[in-house]
């Protein structure tokens, strides 16, 4: 079964330091990763994918993730934070399709980042 | 970009009735929705798996003929609530894939949520 942990529940950073949103990952043979943002009361916006190739991956809004295959991490990085990064981030994990006519997504339970000015 | 639409935002009921959620893919067709459920504070949990003409799959746990779920064309699926009781209030949201080939490197598009407030 694959999981995602997502060991921090909040991360407190100032604006304009660099900000750091961790993320592991369990899923058998190689992973899709992707990393949401939410809002509140709002549905789930799309950051950016690792699917292969260059382990580091950049998103939307300035947001890059790095893949460590040897650790199992998609931590999420930002150089620079700004208030209006504050939401709830979810990383997520789905192994390749299988043909079993399923491709069931699974989110880590979100790491709430307040961004202080 | 792709745009998915959830209707309404926001619902209150009263106890025993039932409510109807909209999810409609506004730009592209989507073979697939998917359902997902989400407690304050915590992840989304996957119910239930919707493919345009067939019936859902249901995760382990969610009550089928509770959360009715119907995908009947390729841009909307509907979830019903039946005999709603408080403990069914949450934020409801709906995603889908762009279409084609089903592929692990797909996307999903998100609904902006329902909100769900059973009295």
């Known amino acids: 079964a694959q999981s995602v942990a997502q060991p921090e529940d909040q991360v407190n950073v100032a604006e304009g330091n ?11 043979g190689n992973p899709y990763l992707f990393w949401y943002v939410q809002y509140p009361n709002r549905g789930l916006q799309f950051l950016l994918k690792y699917i292969t190739g260059d ?12 893949f460590n295959k040897s650790q199992t ?11 209006s990064d504050s939401a709830l981030y979810f990383c ?8 079993a006519g399923s491709y069931q997504l699974t989110f880590g339970k979100g790491t709430k980042l307040s961004v202080i000015p | 970009g792709a745009v998915v639409s959830q209707h309404p935002s926001w ?4 106890s025993g009735t039932s409510v ?21 504070k915590q992840s989304l949990m996957l119910m239930a798996t919707s493919n345009e003409g067939s019936k859902a799959t249901y995760e382990q746990g969610v009550e089928k003929d509770k959360f009715l779920i ?9 979830l019903t609530v039946t005999s709603a009781h408080p403990e069914d209030s949450s934020f409801y949201i709906c ?3 762009t279409g084609g080939r089903p592929s692990g490197a797909n996307v999903l598009t998100f609904g902006a949520g329902s909100r769900l407030t059973v009295l």
């Open chain 2, 11 to 14: 619902v209150i009921c009263k």
């Open chain 1, 73 to 83: 991490s998609f931590h999420l990085k930002k150089p620079s934070a700004l208030v």
């Open chain 1, 18 to 28: 660099p900000l750091t949103v961790k993320c592991t990952y369990s899923v058998s």
């Open chain 2, 20 to 40: 109807k959620i909209e999810c409609r893919s506004l730009d592209f067709q989507a073979t697939t929705m998917f359902w997902y459920r989400q407690f304050p």
């Open chain 2, 95 to 97: 995603s889908a894939t």
């Open chain 1, 55 to 66: 382990n580091l991956v950049k998103g939307s809004y300035g947001f890059e993730a790095e």
């Open chain 2, 70 to 78: 119907n995908h009947a064309s390729l841009t909307l699926s509907t």
């Open chain 1, 92 to 99: 997520a994990v789905r192994a390749p399709y299988s043909g």
